[in-house]
């Protein structure tokens, strides 16, 4: 790294880039296309742009050293951070400056713009069945001739109106019932978790319960906020995961697990604190949102925070006891790493998993701050490296209850493979990494204002036509200065190789055209080495040219390579050369161009009706098995019959791996491109 | 109170009274029979008698006071007590004196002599079925044709091995798994909780596992350190219950949950810190006492602990995490107290408990520091007067099981009966306050050494003659200054109002007799009440004589009044007028004399044959609940089929209450005691 510059990254957005040292932290911030709030205009007043520098670890140096690169504290800043504050790390963004590698945290109030939720909820059909329901019963009060106990005389009527019994009841639900049976007067409403074991009693009659499905990604932690009774997805919520710092992928994670004494644990605890973040996140959002207001007259003015509801709409207003249950699934590598499982192993061949099955764990185990009795659900693994997420995706999609032979690809950092029908399934897994998610790409960020999203390049010129996201309006229609373009997001990704190699910009092999038909196509002046430019400075809120790099199209290469080799091994292994329907899940899946996925050769030529996005499947299945307990038993029994298949031992998958690089794989006709791609282009040597 | 006096109490010995202001707490620990451990002889040199003066509350005197009224901290103890320790509350017991009334603990190591644990365990007959099973499994290693995950391939060997089927694992045993795998070569032993449940992996063959039974009395919790697999009681273990400080009988501490904040967490948290200290304590019972030596030949001389075996002793050398299960029986209210649920109602008419079942409550949930996986088992109530020790009792003595009619009486602090056979059984509870073991008697004290524990009274001459814990030699056959007297315990105590009347010191209605025949009889020359001298003051230790007073008397009779009052009214309720057995129960049963039992009319005569002591029969249940699972679903089925009779209700209860306290009652024939007690005075008006 060169010595004047230091490497910073922004969380939870996850920009992250060099920048010069001597900075200040905003102006760090907006190199890098992150909104930091500062009303003031820099000038140490207004207080909005504090941030947190994190006493993380720079796993990528191969060394841990403590990121806590800053200038030292100044006075002016305690103004606005207290000493509580200041020990927490809190900085104002305008007055630290950058010193070394800093991996900074913008707290949500500081934010200047919202991050757009990728990972929205899909409709799809739920039968409703939740482990956790509510039961309201009106008992008998005590009396000399009948002094039963109170759990008895509420079970009695459980039984009787509603036909449970041998119910057990947690220590927590228990301690609240002799006061909720007397301040309800005798009737309650009592929560029960798979017909089996009471978890909360409530005083009354209660008209709902709460759960949160929660898919723990690599990169990406998304929580989807349901109403247990009407199924209502009440909010989304996601959030960068917090183990990012220890390294990008799951091999990082597993490694810094195996070189640091505490590893597991410090990994395990910032993960939890995550999803505490998320229930926070999705509770504080049942209130209206607050306004500051001056208040008093005359004298002294002070200010107070009042709540703005809006006209109409009615507010939940819920507490984290509320949420009564929580299913979680990720890759086998962060299900471990959450529950403190040690991940060694599976990272080692032959990759066993510690446990495949689903597991029940009280949350207070966890440290998950929910209803204290309640459980959280845990989806079971499938192997080494197609984990409880991948399940998720799979009680979603249910391709065993199909007769087509069906592709589901899930791209997140890691890519999961299942192949088959009813008849007979296999998974397998590949490691794209994260550049297909916009990271390891220089201008890579994620879906935020800003982003650029849709590319489009004209063959005759190379000229370019793109839209970003928060802005309706394509760069063709625009001002320059309306762009304010930051940086590319995953989908803009996809379509950037796609479009490259369509216009005749890149060959087959990935590498720059001889052939050059503008002046976006330069050297680098620093480095040397060739970059296109997608967007100019002026249409930017960086200030500088967006470019993607020779280096950027090798890494989408590399990504979408491991990928469709995976594919076409598994079609192999199956005896099958085609297929009836691709699946695409994952957080991009929703953007995704499927005529210009086909054309970079991101998996196995198909009809372009039959490519379907089904977004984030694994959330999906994860909010299944929150809403409908039979879909628990459903994960695990798929998770014992789909087989999985280690595609890094076939013998010549290295080859395919290097020939799946190319776009599109030569080997392989193409025929639904036809017309998509020009002749001349696709024929090329 | 006195403004010169001061109340202190002991613990754990329990020994209180008032004492003047201005002594130090050694000289007030020598005036109530306590030892401290002084080797120097007070000479502040030894640093022996490190007492901790606790910041407890007095819930006698109606308000809340903190109790921590010592003279202040002087300079010389630090070089014995350390800043941690001072603030703890330590304080040289030969430096600190009395200002006001204390509260003061003697830690193990302070205590010149070992209490006499009474609570030992009985040889009773139990099937051989703990809940917690250790199994031995060899497994295969994972390859790429079978890369199962560790748990699938135990679960798979136990299936095959042992036919446990359908196991669940707790997070903590899953955590452990991967590394015990490895670290026993692919051979474990797994310990199984109700055939169900994995809670422990360790690497290897392992040959036992151990388990607690834990009876919590009112006063006292005695604790049975078992080896699951060979029944075997490794241990006895027992303390006086810390929240004795808050009250010292039931009422009393439900009291102190209604009128302060915390009190009901805090009275849990101290329960809980006992148990603790209880498994501690048992655990560290296996290894090898230490020794402290010199160390180092010439020059600075160390010094340092080394362990000294008994020879040919084998040592189990466990720790906390050996200890797989517990099991735990209380009365209503010492349960609800520990397990943090609301006491107030059981307190309230008609007394309902929260909840009469069984609960399976992980260790760690209550911070009982055992293995965390393991649950504590706690029996069943049967109402709010009779609880889950009664429960305990039941099953251990089965009277259900039998043809014979049999009067079962529990008497710890409070009293609880069981009347009936297999054809039905009614159970009651009755007030008999903590007298009959000690405490609220003048000089009472615990079973432990220098405790008058039988006594005999010549009716010709009212001389005493008395033996007293850890010497055999009676009175009359020892020198006065070899007694070395200090109080009276249970035992004692139950003698010495049978002997009172059969010597005709005192009279039926307990007040003592007009014509006295010794020097013994006396008034008080301060309080000018009567009272007997049973021990010279050169006969004890703590330099005065050791009396009965008749205030004494009336609270033995208090206390026996409600005991044998309620065995009546049980048995008009049955339409009985005799039993075929009475069964006595709890701490002083193992000690007492049936015969004086008999005289001083503890209960309804019966033939002196058939009156038998079961010990610590609840915590004989509570073992039985450890070792055979079967026993916990009989526990369930006995508390609810044991019909529980509220005797206070009954419209004539007071009448039989003032009547029973009368020795022996009048209205009842007494046939056994003919030839037992002189005629004249068992006829006398």
């Given amino acids: 790294m060169e010595d004047n510059k230091a490497m910073v990254i922004f969380q939870p957005s996850g920009r992250r880039g060099q920048v010069p040292k001597g900075i200040t932290l905003i102006e760090a911030s907006r190199l890098l296309g992150v909104d930091i709030e500062a009303l003031c205009g820099e000038k140490k007043k207004c207080g909005k742009c504090r941030i947190r520098v994190e006493s993380g670890y720079f796993q990528k140096f191969g060394v841990e050293s403590s990121m806590a690169h800053t200038t030292p504290w100044l006075e002016e800043e305690a103004k606005f951070i207290n000493e509580e504050g200041r020990k927490a790390g809190y900085r104002l963004g305008c007055v630290a400056k950058v010193e070394g590698d800093l991996l900074i945290f913008v707290p949500e109030e500081s934010r200047a713009g919202k991050q757009v939720v990728s990972k929205a909820a899909r409709d799809i059909r739920i039968e409703h069945n939740p482990a956790v329901k509510i039961y309201y019963v009106e008992v008998e009060p005590p009396t000399f001739e009948e002094p039963t106990g109170d759990f008895e005389r509420i079970c009695r009527e459980l039984e009787k109106d509603y036909g449970l019994k041998n119910l057990t009841v947690d220590i927590f639900a228990l301690r609240q019932l002799p006061t909720a049976l007397r301040d309800g007067d005798w009737k309650v409403t009592v929560s029960v978790w798979q017909d089996k074991e009471v978890i909360r009693v409530r005083p009354g009659k209660a008209e709902a319960s709460y759960g949160v499905a929660i898919d723990v990604g690599t990169t990406t932690v998304a929580a989807y906020f349901c109403n247990l009774n009407t199924m209502q997805v009440i909010d989304t919520v996601s959030l960068m995961n917090p183990q990012c710092k220890y390294g990008e992928d799951v091999m990082a994670r597993i490694t810094f697990h195996m070189t640091s004494e505490d590893g597991l644990k410090r990994m395990s605890d910032d993960i939890i604190e995550g999803l505490n973040w998320l229930v926070d996140e999705a509770v504080k959002n049942t209130y209206p949102p607050k306004k500051k207001v001056k208040k008093g007259d005359g004298g002294e003015i002070a200010e107070e925070w009042v709540e703005v509801p809006e006209k109409g709409k009615t507010y939940l207003r819920l507490t984290r006891e509320d949420i009564e249950d929580l299913t979680i699934c990720g890759n086998t590598a962060m299900h471990h ?57 799979l009680i979603a999609e249910e391709p065993y209850n199909s007769d087509e032979i069906q592709l589901i690809i899930d791209i997140g950092t890691n890519g999961e493979l299942v192949f088959g029908n009813k008849k007979k399934m296999i998974s397998s897994s590949c490691a794209t990494g994260p550049a297909l998610e916009g990271a390891q790409i220089q201008f890579g960020m994620r879906a935020a204002p800003g982003a650029i999203e849709r590319i489009k390049i004209d063959p005759d010129t190379h000229e370019v036509d793109y839209k970003v996201i928060g802005r309706d309006a394509w760069r063709s229609y625009s001002e320059a200065k309306e762009m304010q373009a930051k940086g590319i997001c995953g989908s803009g990704i996809l379509d950037v190789l796609a479009e490259l190699y369509r216009a005749g910009v890149i060959i087959k092999s990935g590498v720059f055209n001889k052939e050059q038909k503008s002046k976006r196509y330069r050297r680098n002046t620093e480095n040397k080495q060739p ?34 080799a995976g594919c076409k091994l598994m079609m192999r292994r199956m005896g099958m050369d085609k297929m009836d329907k691709i699946k695409i899940a994952g957080a991009f899946g929703t953007h995704v161009d499927r005529t210009k996925a086909l054309i970079m050769g991101l998996f196995p030529d198909c009809e372009i009706d039959k490519i379907l996005s089904v977004g984030n499947a694994a959330g999906d299945g994860c909010r299944t098995a929150l809403l409908n307990r039979k879909k628990r038993d459903e994960a695990n029994w798929v998770s014992r019959n789909v087989e999985y298949i280690e595609l890094t031992v076939e013998t010549d998958f290295q080859q395919h791996f290097m020939e799946c690089m190319q776009i599109p794989h030569m080997k392989d006709p193409f025929p639904h491109l036809e017309g998509v791609v020009p002749p001349e282009v696709l024929n090329q040597k």
């Fill in 337 to 393: 790493i959450l529950l403190q499982l040690n991940p060694e192993f599976v990272g080692l061949a032959p990759f066993p998993p510690v446990i495949h099955h689903s597991l029940d764990i009280k949350a207070r185990d966890l440290g998950i701050r929910i209803n204290p009795a309640s459980y959280v659900f845990v989806l079971p693994n499938e192997a080494g490296f197609v984990g409880a997420d991948n399940v998720g995706v």
């Fill in 531 to 564: 970059e296109f430019v997608l967007a100019w400075a002026e249409e930017t809120s960086i200030g500088k040219d967006i470019v993607i790099t020779q280096r950027d199209v090798r890494q989408i290469q590399l990504a979408k390579g491991a990928l469709h």
